[in-house]
């Protein structure tokens, strides 16, 4: 029932420390809490990305106080520099960079797949040549395992074989299936960590990725395997966003709605702009994340309710106004379009951190209307209001 409150159900965890509670609901849509060893996470959510821990121009007090309640940070790029080994050494990702608040890691198969030409994949994993220095290296499920162990995050992620997004059936079933694969693996790797870890250590969990390109039928054979496997934490929907179109992904994410289960904790990968995120939370996704605030902030573009703002574009020089009138950020409480675009224009380092101050805030705020809407049964008309509003708003144009 649209809008209906929820009594609240409880996803109970194998892995102590991590809860999920659903308190209402709105068709697919949900509000609910992610409880992780390092805090709770009211969702929806979206996770600002912190690839090399730290998310661009901006301190993690910043981020706790625009509502930031988790981040994610990327096993690829830590893995290359500084290492595992130096974060494992100076107290884990938390202690390292400073934010007491939950964390994300992804696998970085993302980042493999977007290494065209220098890398390999086999049925053991990924050969990749780093971005950095040229040098080989080797990702299995277990070796993932184990850089994600040493980063110390709360949420730790699969190694999955991610594809184009308009792949053809045969190409997308091989990936998915070896995804499948690879997660038994990592699975392995995981539990005899867990077996192996001294019984006052932080616990950590892992999220399986649910693969299958946009053929329905491949979401749901991957979904109903992961699922025989047995009990998991919370779910990932990943290879979205990655060239297929925006009626795909949306029919995608019904499809894996229905084929996931609903006490479990939804997170769909690398999707973080303002419509997609409320259409994803129309489709039942409860975590999000994106590099897209951060670097759209650092090249002069901003996220607000009436579309997106260019602010290096002349006819914001004498404008007075906040990006966002309805925004209660510190860079629209203070600072006005003009200052802004003056700022880009004269390549002052500010005007990178005040925007991407913005997005985040935007975001996360986002997030927070839609947990109210969906507590309070107004979430149906709220959304369809504010995607129309987006979408018609003439700061969009250039």
Same mark, same amino acid.
């Given at each position: 029932m649209t809008g209906a409150p929820a009594a609240r159900r409880t996803g109970a965890s194998d892995v102590p420390g991590f809860e999920f509670s659903v308190h209402a609901t709105a068709g697919a849509a949900r509000a609910g809490t992610f409880t992780t060893p390092h805090g709770d996470v009211p969702t929806p959510a979206f996770m600002a990305v912190g690839t090399l821990a730290t998310v661009k121009t901006l301190d993690p007090a910043e981020l706790r106080a625009v509502g930031a309640a988790m981040i994610l940070a990327n096993t690829y790029h830590l893995h290359l520099r500084p290492g595992e080994d130096v @974060?494992?050494?100076l107290g884990g990702l938390h202690r390292f960079m400073q934010w007491d608040g939950p964390i994300l890691t992804d696998s970085g198969g993302f980042q493999v797949f977007s290494l065209e030409g220098m890398r390999r994949v086999t049925e053991d994993g990924v050969e990749f040549r780093s971005h950095i220095d040229g040098s080989t290296r080797f990702f299995t499920p277990e070796r993932v395992i184990e850089i994600q162990r040493d980063l110390g995050a709360d949420v730790v992620m699969q190694l999955d074989h991610v594809i184009p997004g308009q792949a053809e059936l045969s190409d997308a079933r091989d990936a998915s299936e070896r995804s499948v694969r690879w997660l038994a693996r990592c699975r392995s790797a995981w539990e005899s960590h867990r077996a192996s870890t001294a019984s006052d250590a932080t616990p950590q969990t892992l999220f399986p %990725? @649910?693969?299958? &390109? %946009?053929?329905?039928s491949l979401r749901r054979e991957a979904a109903k395997a992961i699922q025989d496997m047995g009990s998991w934490t919370g779910y990932a929907v990943g290879g979205l966003s990655v060239g297929e179109s925006k009626t795909d992904t949306y029919a995608i994410l019904d499809v894996t709605n229905d084929a996931l289960p609903r006490d479990r904790p939804r997170y769909l990968m690398g999707v973080g702009f303002p419509d997609d995120l409320v259409e994803g939370v129309r489709r039942g996704v409860d975590l999000f994340d994106c590099v897209a605030p951060t670097r759209m902030g650092r090249t002069g573009t901003a996220?607000?309710?009436?579309?997106? @703002?260019n602010v290096r574009n002349a006819r914001w020089r #004498?404008?007075?106004r906040p990006l966002d009138p309805d925004c209660m950020c510190s860079t629209c409480r203070r600072f006005s379009r003009a200052y802004i675009r003056h700022l880009f224009a004269a390549d002052e380092v500010l005007g990178l951190r005040l925007l991407s101050l913005h997005n985040v805030h935007f975001? @996360?705020? #986002?997030? &927070?209307a839609a947990q109210l809407a969906i507590a309070e049964g107004a979430f149906d008309g709220w959304s369809r209001e504010w995607l129309s509003r987006y979408h018609s708003g003439s700061t969009t144009k250039p």
């Open positions: @974060v494992r050494a %990725i @649910v693969q299958g &390109g %946009i053929h329905p996220f607000t309710n009436d579309g997106r @703002v #004498l404008d007075p975001l @996360v705020s #986002l997030m &927070g």
